[in-house]
C-alpha cells in the first residue's frame, strides 16, 4: 500500500490498517491505529445470538406497532380523550413513533454488535486536481474562447453582453404588479367626522357614562357594523381586516386633572375619556395591557409603554412616535363621536410617515 | 475490495451472490455505467464521532418536513378569502375566518392523524434549525470549515438563513392570531427599509396588510421555492462532504493524509439509515405527547386583537429580542412635505442584524486564514482549547445570541420569575454589549489554561491516585506517564507560529508600501496567538521520559491499562 499514490484505483486507497503506515509525528511518534479487540460478540457466539435475536425482536415489535396504528386509525374516534390528550392522536402518535424508533434501534444495534467492526484506512487525496488537469482545463478553455472569436469581437460580446443585461428589465418591470402603490392609504383610516365609537365586540355605541375613570374599553369604528340596503355588512373579509389594522381604538377614562394634551390636542377629550389608536406605532401590535394607576398602556408584544395622560408619549421601548389620539365629542344622542379622522398616520412608522399630506 | 475476513477464495462469479446478481447489475450497468461509482464510494469511510451525528440529525429532519409536508399539502387551502366555519371543531362553528386557518382545524380534527402530521412536521422544523445550529458551532470549534472545506461552510449557512425564512414562512401560513401577529410584525420590519418601506410593504402585501395574497404567497415559497432552494444547496452540502472526505479527530494512526473509520456499506448504511428512523421515531413520539402549536386555542386572525406572551418558533426569538431592546431610534430628515423617516429601532436589529450574522460567519474562514496566514489544506480537527482565541470569539457569539434569545421572552421572565420587565430589558440592553467582551476573556483564559493541563499531563503524567510514602516518611500522589495514545492525541496539533512585528522599513529606510495592512495583519495575528500554549518540544518530552524513568515510582507492577484508582479505590482503565 502507498499513502502517496494518486492513481485512481480505490482498490490502493482502502486498506485494513497498518500500524507503521503514518507520517512522522513531533514530539511523539504516531503509534498507529491501535490494535483492534474484538467484542463479546465477536467471540462468544451466544452472546451474538442473543444479539441477534435482540435485533430480529426489535423489528418484529415495529412489525406489531405498525398493525396496532392500523387498529387505532380505524377504532378510536376522532374526539376520544384520554388525561386531556386527543386518545387518536396519541395512539396513532405512539404506535407509529415506536415503530420507527425501534427500525431505528434495531439497524443501529445490528451494526454495533455483529456486522464487522474493523476500522480501515482510505488515503485522502488533495482537494485540488493534478498540474496536468489543469493546464488542459485551461487550454481547453481558452481553446474555445478563441474559436468563439469572444476576444476580437467585441462588437458581439458587448452587444450580447447588454442585451442579456437588459433583460432584467423587463424581469423587474413585470414585478410591478405585486400590489398597489401605496398613494394617500398610510395616511388614512374609516375614520370620519361624527362616526360612532362603538363597543369592539357588540357594535353597541359608546355613551360617556358607559366608561368609568381607570377603565379602558376595546372599540371600533361604527361603520365596520353597518349594513347596506340589502343587509350585507359594508366591510366584511379582506376589507374589514384592511379596515381593523388601521382604525382600532381604545377609549379609556382618566381624571381630566391628570391630562396633560400634546400640543393642539386640548379639547380631544370628553369629560377625561380619550380615544388612542390601538395599533402601536413600533411594528403594529394591537395595545391592550393597561395600568390603571399609572395610565401606561404597555404593548404586549415588544413593550413599548405609552402614557395616556401625557398625549401618548412613549416612555418606555422600541417604538418612537406617540400613539396617535382621536379627537372626540358627543353627538346629539349623548353617544361619542370622532370629529375627524386621526390627524397622523397610524400603525408602525414608514419612511413618508412625517409627511405632510393634507 | 481488500478485506481481510471477507475476502472470498472463489472467484465472484462462482459465488452465489456473483450468479444472482450478475443478471441485473449487467442490465443496469449496460445503460447507466454506475459500476465506477458504486466501485469508488460504496466502502467510502467515514469516521466515528458523536458529534459528527449533528449534522445528520439536520439531514434526516428535512427528510421528515418534506414527507410530513407533502401530506399537509393535500388538505392544506393557502387562501384567505372569509367564510363562515362549519367543521367538527365546535368552539369555533359560526366564526368568520380564512379558509388557510379553517383547512389547518380541519387537519386538526377532521383528518385523522393530521394533527400528529402537522405536529412532527412542526416539531422537526425546530429540530432542523437546532440540529443545524449545533452542526454548524461543532464545525466552527473544531475549525473543520479550514480550507479545503470554506464553501461548504457557506453552503451551511445558506441553508442556515434559508431555513430560518422557511420556518417563518410555514409557521405563518395557518393565518391564526399567533401567526397574523408574526406576519404584522413583517409588514412593520419591511415599513422600516429606507426610502422604499411602503412600496415593498405594498407589493409584499399586494396592497394594505393584511390583504389576501400572503398566504398563497408565502405558500409557494414555503412548498416550492424555499425547499427547492434547501435541497439543491443540501446536495452540493453532500457532494463536497463526499469529495472532501470527513474530517476526524487527531489519534493514533489518523494523519492528514488518511482517513479511519467505518465503510459505508455496510456500517454506516445501517447506522445512518437507522438513525434516520430514530429521527423520524422521536419527532413522532414528540408529536404524540408534546402539543406544539395549537390554532385552535388563538383563534383565526384579528389585527385588533393579540395575546400577551405571543411568542415566535425558537430560531427566531433571537431577533425578537433585539427588537426589544433597540432603543426607540427614529428620526426624519427633509422638508415636510418630501421627508424622509428612518426607523432604525426596527430596521437595525431587524434587517441589518439578521444580514451581519449570516455576513460574519460567511466571511470567518477567509477571515482567520488571512490573520493566521494559514493556506494548508486541514483534515485534522482541532480541539476548541488548541484554538483559543476562535474559540473565545464562538463562545462570545453565542453570548451575544444568548442575551437576544433571553431579551425575546422578557415579558414572560418577568412575569414567571415576579421581575420589572423594564430592568430586564436594561440588563440585556447592556447584556448584549458587556456578556461577549466578558465570556471572550473568561473563554480565552479557560482555553489556555486547558492547555496548560495538557502539557503538565504530558510532562509530569497523569495522577495515579496512589501514595506512596518515602523512607523518610513522607506522603506523595504518585504520578504515571500517559499511555503513548493518549500522548500522541493530545500532541498531534501545529505548533504555534512565531510572532514576528511587520517589517516597516527595508534595510535602506525604505516604507513598507503595505506598511499598515501588514501591520494590522501582524498585530492581529498576534492578537490570535497571544498567550497560546505551545506544545512540549521533543526535549521537554524525552526530559520527561527520563524523570519518568528514574522515579521509584509509580510500583512497576502495574499493568498496561492502568489509569490510576477512583475515589473509592477501584482502578480506572483507558
Not at chain 1, 288 to 310: G, I, K, V
Not at chain 2, 433 to 450: D, K, Q
Amino acid at each position: 500500500m502507498s499513502p502517496e499514490s494518486h492513481d485512481e484505483q480505490p482498490t490502493d486507497d482502502v486498506a485494513v490498517p497498518a500500524r507503521n503506515d503514518i507520517e512522522p509525528a513531533e514530539p511523539i511518534e504516531n503509534p498507529g491505529l491501535p490494535e483492534h479487540l474484538p467484542r463479546p460478540t465477536d467471540v462468544d457466539p451466544k452472546l451474538a445470538k442473543r444479539a441477534e435475536r435482540q435485533v430480529a425482536g426489535m423489528f418484529t415489535a415495529a412489525i406489531v406497532l405498525a398493525l396496532a396504528f392500523c387498529v387505532a386509525y380505524f377504532t378510536i374516534p376522532r374526539d376520544a380523550e384520554v388525561f386531556g390528550w386527543f386518545s387518536l392522536n396519541l395512539a396513532l402518535g405512539l404506535t407509529l413513533g415506536l415503530a420507527l424508533f425501534l427500525i431505528g434501534i434495531g439497524a443501529i444495534q445490528w451494526a454495533k454488535k455483529l456486522m464487522f467492526d474493523q476500522e480501515i484506512i482510505e488515503m485522502r487525496h488533495p482537494a485540488r486536481s493534478s498540474d496536468e488537469d489543469r493546464e488542459a482545463a485551461l487550454v481547453a478553455v481558452g481553446q474555445g474562447v478563441s474559436e468563439s472569436g469572444f476576444g476580437r469581437r467585441p462588437l458581439i460580446r458587448n452587444s450580447l453582453i447588454g442585451a442579456v443585461a437588459f433583460l432584467g428589465l423587463p424581469a423587474i418591470i413585470m414585478l410591478r404588479d405585486l400590489g398597489p402603490l401605496p398613494g394617500d392609504k398610510l395616511f388614512k383610516t374609516v375614520w370620519r367626522r361624527g362616526m360612532r365609537v362603538v363597543n369592539d365586540v357588540s357594535g353597541i355605541p359608546l355613551r360617556p357614562g358607559d366608561i368609568e375613570v381607570g377603565q379602558l374599553v376595546n372599540a371600533q369604528p361604527a361603520i365596520l357594523f353597518e349594513t347596506d340596503s340589502h343587509g350585507h355588512a359594508l366591510f366584511h373579509g379582506t376589507d374589514l381586516l384592511q379596515a381593523k389594522a388601521k382604525a382600532s381604538v381604545i377609549a379609556v377614562r382618566i381624571r381630566p386633572d391628570d391630562i396633560k394634551p400634546r400640543k393642539g390636542q386640548a379639547n380631544w377629550d370628553v369629560d377625561g375619556i380619550m380615544v388612542y389608536s390601538k395599533i402601536c406605532t413600533h411594528v403594529g401590535c394591537p395595545i391592550s395591557l393597561w395600568e390603571q394607576q399609572t395610565h401606561h398602556l404597555l404593548c404586549p408584544c415588544h413593550q413599548t409603554t405609552y402614557d395616556l395622560a401625557d398625549g401618548g408619549k412613549v416612555i418606555f421601548g422600541p417604538g418612537h412616535r406617540p400613539l396617535p389620539q382621536l379627537p372626540l365629542a358627543v353627538d346629539q344622542d349623548g353617544y361619542l363621536i370622532a370629529t375627524s379622522d386621526f390627524h397622523e398616520p397610524v400603525g408602525p412608522s414608514f419612511p413618508e410617515v412625517e409627511q405632510n399630506r393634507d | 475490495m481488500t478485506d481481510t475476513m471477507s475476502t472470498p477464495t472463489t472467484p465472484l462469479q462462482d459465488t452465489k451472490f456473483g450468479k444472482k446478481s450478475a443478471g441485473p447489475v449487467g442490465w443496469l450497468d449496460e445503460r447507466v455505467g454506475l459500476a465506477g461509482l458504486v466501485r469508488k464510494n460504496i466502502r467510502k469511510v467515514f469516521p466515528d464521532h458523536w458529534s459528527f451525528l449533528l449534522g445528520e440529525i439536520a439531514l434526516w429532519s428535512f427528510v421528515v418536513l418534506l414527507l410530513t409536508g407533502t401530506f399537509l399539502t393535500f388538505w392544506f387551502q393557502p387562501s384567505m378569502t372569509e367564510i363562515v366555519y362549519d367543521g367538527p371543531y365546535e368552539p369555533m362553528r359560526g366564526l368568520e375566518m380564512s379558509q388557510a386557518y379553517a383547512s389547518t382545524l380541519d387537519i386538526s380534527f377532521d383528518i385523522r392523524g393530521g394533527l400528529l402530521v402537522r405536529q412532527i412536521h412542526h416539531w422537526s422544523a425546530a429540530l432542523f434549525m437546532a440540529a443545524i445550529i449545533a452542526h454548524m458551532l461543532r464545525v466552527f470549534f473544531t475549525g473543520a470549515y479550514r480550507k479545503p472545506r470554506e464553501l461548504n461552510w457557506i453552503i451551511g449557512i445558506g441553508l442556515f438563513a434559508i431555513g430560518l425564512i422557511e420556518g417563518f414562512a410555514g409557521y405563518s401560513l395557518p393565518d391564526d392570531l399567533l401567526s397574523g401577529t408574526g406576519l404584522r410584525f413583517v409588514d412593520g420590519l419591511i415599513r422600516s427599509i429606507p426610502v422604499v418601506g411602503s412600496y415593498l410593504e405594498f407589493f409584499v402585501f399586494a396592497g394594505e396588510f393584511p390583504g389576501d395574497l400572503i398566504i398563497p404567497r408565502l405558500y409557494m415559497a414555503h412548498i416550492f421555492l424555499l425547499p427547492g432552494l434547501l435541497l439543491g444547496l443540501i446536495a452540493a452540502h453532500m457532494v463536497l462532504l463526499v469529495y472532501h472526505k470527513h474530517t476526524q479527530w487527531p489519534g493514533p494512526g489518523r494523519t492528514e493524509k488518511n482517513v479511519v473509520g467505518f465503510p459505508m456499506l455496510p456500517v454506516y448504511a445501517a447506522k445512518a439509515g437507522g438513525f434516520f428512523f430514530v429521527v423520524f421515531g422521536f419527532t413522532t413520539l414528540m408529536a404524540a405527547v408534546i402539543q406544539i402549536n395549537p390554532i385552535w386555542a388563538y383563534g383565526p386572525y384579528n389585527p385588533s386583537e393579540v395575546t400577551a406572551g405571543s411568542q415566535p418558533d425558537w430560531y427566531m426569538g433571537w431577533v425578537e429580542g433585539a427588537v426589544r431592546i433597540m432603543p426607540n431610534w427614529e428620526f426624519t430628515v427633509g422638508p415636510e412635505q418630501y421627508s424622509q423617516t428612518f426607523s432604525l429601532n426596527v430596521f437595525i436589529p431587524a434587517v441589518l442584524l439578521m444580514g451581519l450574522l449570516f455576513t460574519v460567519l460567511a466571511i470567518w474562514p477567509f477571515f482567520e486564514s488571512w490573520v493566521t496566514g494559514d493556506k494548508e489544506e486541514h483534515h485534522l480537527l482541532q480541539r476548541p482549547r488548541n484554538a483559543p482565541t476562535r474559540t473565545a470569539f464562538g463562545v462570545a457569539g453565542m453570548t451575544f445570541y444568548g442575551v437576544c434569545w433571553i431579551a425575546g421572552g422578557n415579558d414572560i421572565i418577568a412575569l414567571k420569575f415576579n421581575l420589572d420587565i423594564f430592568t430586564i430589558t436594561w440588563i440585556c440592553r447592556i447584556g448584549v454589549f458587556l456578556g461577549p467582551v466578558i465570556a471572550f476573556i473568561i473563554t480565552r483564559r479557560i482555553c489556555i489554561s486547558l492547555q496548560r493541563k495538557d502539557n503538565d499531563a504530558l510532562l509530569h503524567g497523569y495522577e495515579t491516585g496512589i501514595i506512596v510514602r518515602s523512607a523518610e516518611g513522607s506522603y506523595a500522589e504518585a504520578h504515571a506517564p500517559l499511555p503513548r495514545d493518549v500522548a500522541y492525541a493530545l500532541t498531534a496539533r501545529p505548533r504555534v507560529p512565531e510572532l514576528t512585528a511587520a517589517v516597516d522599513e527595508d534595510g535602506n529606510g525604505v516604507r513598507n508600501p503595505q506598511g499598515r495592512k501588514a501591520r494590522l495583519r501582524a498585530w492581529a495575528k498576534r492578537f490570535f496567538f497571544a498567550h497560546d500554549v505551545d506544545k512540549p518540544t521533543q526535549a521537554d518530552v524525552d526530559a520527561a521520559a527520563h524523570h519518568f524513568h528514574d522515579e521509584v515510582y509509580p510500583p512497576h507492577d502495574l499493568p498496561d491499562d492502568f489509569s490510576g484508582v477512583s475515589e473509592t479505590g477501584v482502578p480506572k482503565q483507558h
